[in-house]
T-cell receptor, first 113, second 113 residues
Framework: AQTVTQSQPEMSVQEAETVTLSCTYD???????LFWYKQPPSRQMILVIR??????QNATENRFSVNFQKAAKSFSLKISDSQLGDAAMYFC??????????FGPGTSLSVIP | KAGVTQTPRYLIKTRGQQVTLSCSPI?????VSWYQQTPGQGLQFLFE???????NKGNFPGRFSGRQFSNSRSEMNVSTLELGDSALYLC????????????FGPGTRLLVL
């Protein structure tokens, strides 16, 4: 069974600094998709970034980028130039084709002004 | 384009009652998934529907059921409510199944007294 682990329940970052959130997963599949979702206090889940496992190039989306290490089954999220609006719960998620999405337990990110 | 909508947003029920939650996907999306989010268990997958057919089901008792209509709108029903069913219920839609990104609604917060 696939599992997703986020080993950092809480993290904090100074405004304008860079922070990296960790995620590891376990699977025997070779073709899958990885996501980072953000859930602010409003509870609305927002897609941050998506990575296809067959792509070697790391996905980027403005200030957000990932470090995808397929062999190590690692998928970390880097947030550059952190802003107050980045404060939220961040969930790493894993999906194979035609199967359910599996979410990690989440990392609560605080941004210090 | 309008996002995923869920109704009602808040609900208070008593033990033993039943409840029906509704989800309208983004226009053109044919896949709808439901999740239960609680502080203790995190995000847990309930079921996924595509073209009115249930494609995946999570590990929830039979009291939890769902359906999808021809216009892709979906409902989930919980019968004989228990205190432990208090949670945020999230609905997500995507174009199709597979590796498509899921877009989430704002959720329905259910409190069972």
């Amino acid at each position: 069974a696939q599992t997703v682990t986020q080993s950092q329940p809480e993290m904090s970052v100074q405004e304008a600094e860079t922070v990296t959130l960790s995620c590891t997963y376990d699977t025997s599949e070779s073709d899958y998709y990885l996501f980072w979702y953000k859930q602010p206090p409003s509870r609305q889940m927002i897609l941050v970034i998506r990575q296809e496992a067959y792509k070697q190039q790391n996905a980027t989306e403005n200030r957000f980028s990932v470090n995808f290490q397929k062999a190590a089954k690692s998928f970390s999220l880097k947030i550059s130039d952190s802003q107050l609006g980045d404060a939220a719960m961040y969930f790493c998620a894993f999906k194979t084709s035609y199967d359910k999405v599996i979410f990690g337990p989440g990392t609560s990110l605080s941004v210090i002004p | 384009k309008a996002g995923v909508t869920q109704t009602p947003r808040y609900l208070i029920k008593t033990r033993g009652q039943q409840v029906t939650l509704s989800c309208s996907p983004i226009s053109g999306h044919r896949s709808v998934s439901w999740y239960q989010q609680t502080p203790g268990q995190g995000l847990q997958f309930l079921f996924e529907y595509f073209s009115e057919t249930q494609r995946n089901k999570g590990n929830f008792p039979g009291r939890f059921s769902g359906r999808q209509f021809s216009n892709s709108r979906s409902e989930m029903n919980v019968s004989t409510l228990e205190l432990g069913d208090s949670a945020l219920y999230l609905c997500a839609s995507s174009w199709t199944v597979g590796g498509e990104t899921q877009y989430f609604g704002p959720g329905t917060r259910l409190l069972v007294l």
